[in-house]
């Protein structure tokens, strides 16, 4: 099977957590292919390994992590002549010490043809130790996707969520990842965990007894769980959620800060933790102490001079949604150069064994499989398809991946 497109421009647009950037870098895939790009979209290290081997064409790679790829595939990739940048999606709050060990190096300030950032805060952060780096602040599309100007990307998924909910409290976990997460790195983490659970769970159930509805949306990372007076719904982003709930519950969890810019009330319980992640993310939320009733009406978007100084100074473009993925599809489409088409039918086989892999992996090693396979929803991969018919465009679906070829 051949790709019959206009353009011979590619720009592959990673993903790994489909709940987290999919949608976002679905905005900017849109783009790509109307400016009369081919794009391929999906699953990270399944698009990577379809590279390697040659089943697509040298193009851009935008990647979910500024980190530059592991050497032996980078090698090959860049001998084929592709072209690496990023936007960190764990970039919005991070300190140095952990962005320098684990997401960040010499060789991505090196190699990156150009690395997109949050705002003015994660920018100097790089530049203070890599001056030389190619580095553009860009904001990120996520945080656009909460503006209300927005929710028409949603419209299906906020349909059926006030169809299905009507009016309801929504609360976000972030505290009960599955059990082999943790270790002697982060045995703290565990103990902060426990006790936001606690304190959440305690306001969930004082909402119950009064007559509130309450839905619980897990972390996308987090274990399964079930609850006895709630319903559990983890499907989509938050936004469609935010766009629709009266109040947002969390602790310890920059959904908070996604609250703030979507114009949602949020409340948390008060926390003692000094971790700078969570101080940021407890920042946007009214904090409650252990309350005998709470009065929704009482609660109203937190909204100061501080705070809104305090957001645009870790995000850019904040109050103008379509600049974010605009500018970077400018950006990718600037950098990216001609190549020739390739035969791409075998990246289906690729697929199949990369998932294989993955699972055997996992089960050596002892460890619970959905903790990965959870990350990346095929049926949201289906959803963003729809969005893309939707828009006039031919997505064609091969494994995790979606190709948009061009309209141009």
């Not at 099977?1 to 489909?18: A, C, D, F, P, Q």
């Not at 609360?171 to 983490?189: L, Q």
């Not at 709630?230 to 969390?250: F, K, Q, Y």
């Not at 473009?317 to 088409?341: G, N």
């Amino acid at each position: 099977m051949w790709l019959s497109n206009n353009s011979n421009r590619w720009v592959y647009v990673l993903v790994e957590v489909t709940k987290r950037e999919l949608d976002s870098r679905a905005l900017i895939a849109t783009k790509l292919a109307q400016n009369g790009l081919n794009v391929v979209l999906g699953e990270k290290n399944e698009i990577l390994w379809a590279c390697c081997l040659g089943l697509y064409p040298p193009g851009v790679i935008f990647d979910k992590c500024a980190q530059i790829l592991d050497d032996k595939k980078w090698h090959i990739l860049k001998r084929k002549g592709f072209v690496f940048t990023s936007l960190d999606e764990e970039g919005l709050v991070t300190q140095a010490d952990y962005f320098f060990s684990q997401r960040f190096s010499d060789n991505a300030a090196n190699e990156s043809a150009l690395i997109f950032c949050w705002g003015r805060k994660q920018a100097d952060m790089i530049r203070a130790k890599y001056p030389k780096a190619k580095l553009l602040e860009s904001g990120n599309p996520r945080m656009s996707l909460l503006h209300k100007n927005s929710k028409h990307w949603f419209k299906d998924e906020i349909s059926e969520i006030k169809k299905k909910y009507g009016k309801f409290v929504l609360v976000c976990s972030s505290f009960n990842p599955f059990e082999d997460s943790y270790d002697e790195s982060n045995a703290w983490r565990k103990k902060e965990d426990e006790e936001a659970k606690k304190s959440v769970l305690r306001i969930c159930d004082q909402l119950v007894e009064a007559g509130t509805k309450v839905i619980y949306r897990p972390h996308p990372s987090d274990a399964p769980i079930e609850l006895e007076n709630m319903e559990v719904d983890g499907r989509w982003s938050i936004a469609p959620w935010l766009h629709t709930c009266t109040l947002l519950i969390n602790a310890n969890c920059a959904t908070s800060f996604d609250a703030y810019n979507s114009g949602t009330p949020c409340i948390a319980p008060r926390g003692s933790s000094r971790e700078y992640s969570f101080r940021f993310a407890n920042a946007f939320a009214r904090k409650i102490k252990n309350q005998k009733s709470l009065d929704l009406d009482d609660f109203t978007v937190l909204r100061s001079k501080m705070h809104d100084r305090i957001a645009h100074h870790h995000v850019s473009f904040l109050d103008d949604p379509d600049e974010p993925s605009s500018i970077i599809a400018k950006k990718l489409e600037k950098i990216s150069f001609m190549v020739c088409q390739k035969p791409i039918y075998l990246a289906g086989i690729v697929a199949l064994l990369l998932n294989l892999k993955n699972f055997m992996f996992y089960k050596i090693k002892g460890r619970d499989y959905a903790r990965i396979s959870q990350k990346f929803s095929k049926k949201h991969l289906f959803e963003i398809s729809k969005k893309f018919t939707d828009l006039n465009l031919s997505p064609l679906l091969i494994g995790k991946n979606i190709v948009l070829r061009s309209t141009k």
